[in-house]
């Protein structure tokens, strides 16, 4: 019995935490757009999880055979959609979000349902059927599995399998767990048990104890996106000691408040010192050890609460409650409310309040002004040394800044996108129509743009601050593309180069991809690919699909200019490979820096119909198949 519920637990983790990056990324050509996808999708996941373990709670009610029954119809109704197949994706809803979760829930929201109770749901059986025996060492085993999938995901499934194989396998890993599920159902049965009786089912502090690791582990994978490297993988870091502490901290003796009582503000004061500038390393570490020594204090101390048989499905209620809710500040409320990213700052205040509270005992009325004063202190110091800025602001897709530096005729405005520079314009009116950053006239895009005649269109894929408008001339039509209404709202007010080209100029709001598809032949002369800069890679822009539409919009003898400047991924090899599958040659185009007419050091690679060389099939992207890892 033993056994078997431990594999029915392991094996329903693992499957939770592998669809999700299975789903998005089968869902990711069809609506476009990362930040979108992957929002929406982590929207539903925890919803789901939560109406999981409220239904593993409530089936707590019913007598032992009954729950059984019940949840074999469950399981049963979910093979309806077993093998599952996400790429039939929902159209008849007006807004994307709409359509994302609309698909979710029909092709796999009932397996997922399944898998989100199984947790709780076979440790309330075991228990019963041990006869008391306290079943969290299995809550353990289902995050060791969690923590196995997240890491297997980008090292052992994506760069080896195409997604529709990743789905199938997913499907039948999914059958297998249905055949498991069966026999701990059988295996634990109690004919003569009587009904769960709840007692204390909501305590407040596990809600606090569950729902301030989750906001930190996000807010911290926030900051290492921007204070570290633009790299999509850096996320899998802090989630690994998330999940890390949750196993020590419920399968093991690791947590001791006495010990911790030490520990935990040098966890707090790691944290704080990662805000300021310093090597990335530096910084990678110290947000990895504060994040481990305050989330350890979190789950140490929401371990040591943990209640007994008839309070379980409600603690784990709770703890799921608590972790949407801390993913809910995150990724909703902090982006409405700051204009910067203090999420990590309140959530280091929420700590520290709740250690002094559960970890040192300062709970009386009479320490409340000592409470107030270290909250206040946290938040101050939490939030590091912020430069100065005319302009920070901040929606679904991130947060932009504004910068000036220099003065007199090296004045210069300059926009970020979290600590990727997006373009900079000269205020000086002599030298304001120069082309700047990665844009200037011997880069590779450039190069191919004054070689245009007059009535030349060009497409550029990613606004910046439109610096690539400086070179249009009379006759000339620029056409951007932009999925981000913030950036093009400041590329208008802030910023001339739109207002100043003495070319046509449109710009379009949405995903490029999803608007070219839309769109009659363009006939471009020259099509840019700039929107690979930022903080994550928009892969379906990279794909052979991708590529193929791009060909189809371009004029006889037009090219194709992909920026591929990056400090952490080399997508050169593949642009190069995936174009050459469509009959696309490319050379490569490399800038050196000139830190006096602010030019960046850039890549370019410059695509024209040819006779490429044969390309290598691993770096071939299509949307059944990329991997990161490849490129890093």
């Not at 074999?72 to 996400?86: D, K, M």
């Not at 530096?282 to 050890?289: D, I, R």
């Not at 193929?548 to 593949?574: D, M």
């Amino acid at each position: 019995m033993q056994w078997t519920c431990a594999a029915t637990v392991f094996l329903s983790a693992l499957l939770l935490f592998l669809i999700q990056p299975v789903a998005a990324n089968l869902l990711l050509p069809r609506f476009g757009g990362a930040a979108s996808v992957w929002t929406t999708s982590m929207l539903f996941f925890p919803a789901l999880l939560l109406a999981g373990y409220a239904y593993a709670h409530w089936l707590q009610r019913l007598a032992p055979q009954m729950q059984r029954g019940v949840h074999a119809v469950v399981a049963t109704i979910s093979l309806a959609v077993i093998p599952t197949n996400i790429s039939a994706t929902a159209t008849a809803l007006p807004t994307p979000e709409l359509r994302i979760l609309a698909t979710l829930a029909l092709t796999i929201g009932m397996p997922y349902f399944v898998l989100s109770a199984t947790s709780p749901l076979v440790q309330a059986w075991y228990g019963r059927a041990s006869e008391g025996e306290l079943p969290y060492w299995l809550y353990a085993v289902s995050n060791a599995a969690s923590l196995l999938a997240l890491v297997a995901y980008p090292f052992a499934v994506e760069p080896w399998m195409r997604k529709s194989e990743q789905e199938r396998i997913w499907s039948l890993g999914y059958l297998a767990f249905l055949v498991l599920l069966a026999a701990a159902a059988l295996l634990t049965r109690t004919p003569h048990a009587e009904p769960a009786r709840e007692r204390g089912a909501f305590a407040a502090v596990w809600l606090a104890l569950s729902a301030v690791p989750a906001a930190m582990w996000l807010a911290v994978g926030n900051h290492l996106s921007h204070a570290v490297a633009p790299v999509p993988m850096l996320w899998v870091l802090p989630l690994s000691v998330y999940l890390l502490t949750m196993i020590l901290s419920f399968s093991t003796a690791f947590y001791n408040p006495t010990y911790f009582r030490f520990l935990f503000p040098l966890g707090v004061a790691a944290l704080v010192a990662a805000s300021y500038p310093m090597n990335w390393k530096a910084t990678l570490g110290l947000y990895l050890a504060g994040l481990f020594l305050c989330c350890m204090t979190c789950h140490g101390e929401l371990a040591l609460r943990k209640p007994g048989q008839d309070g379980l499905t409600a603690f784990y209620l709770t703890l799921a409650a608590g972790g949407t809710l801390g993913s809910a500040f995150v990724s909703l409320v902090a982006p409405a409310i700051f204009r910067e990213y203090l999420e990590l700052p309140v959530s280091i205040v929420a700590c520290v309040l709740l250690a002094v509270a559960l970890l040192y005992g300062y709970n009386q009325r009479r320490h409340v002004l000592r409470l107030a004063i270290v909250g206040v202190v946290a938040l101050v110091a939490s939030t590091g040394v912020v430069e100065q800025s005319l302009t920070r602001a901040r929606n679904f897709y991130g947060a932009v800044e504004i910068r000036e530096t220099g003065t007199g005729a090296d004045r210069a405005r300059m926009l970020y996108n979290g600590s990727v520079l997006h373009g900079v314009e000269f205020l000086d009116r002599g030298h304001a129509r120069q082309g700047t950053t990665y844009y200037s006239g011997n880069s590779g895009v450039g190069l191919e743009i004054k070689k245009l005649t007059s009535a030349a269109r060009v497409g550029v894929i990613g606004l910046g601050i439109g610096t690539l408008a400086t070179y249009g001339r009379p006759g000339d039509v620029y056409r951007f593309y932009e999925i981000n209404p913030l950036v093009i709202e400041l590329a208008r007010r802030q910023f001339g180069f739109l207002r100043d080209s003495q070319a046509k100029v449109e710009v379009l709001e949405g995903d490029a991809r999803l608007l070219l598809a839309s769109e009659p032949q363009q006939g471009y002369d020259v099509l840019v690919l700039d929107a690979f800069t930022g903080d994550a890679v928009p892969v379906h822009l990279l794909t052979q699909e991708a590529f193929r539409l791009y060909k189809r919009h371009l004029k006889p003898g037009g090219v194709i200019a992909a920026h591929v400047s990056s400090r952490y991924l080399s997508l050169s090899p593949v642009v190069l490979s995936t174009a050459a599958t469509v009959g696309l040659d490319g050379q490569t185009v490399i800038t050196i820096p000139e830190q006096s007419r602010r030019i960046s050091s850039s890549t370019w690679v410059i695509l024209r119909s040819g006779k490429p060389a044969a390309p290598s099939p691993s770096l071939v992207w299509t949307d059944d198949y990329s991997s990161l890892l490849s490129v890093l």
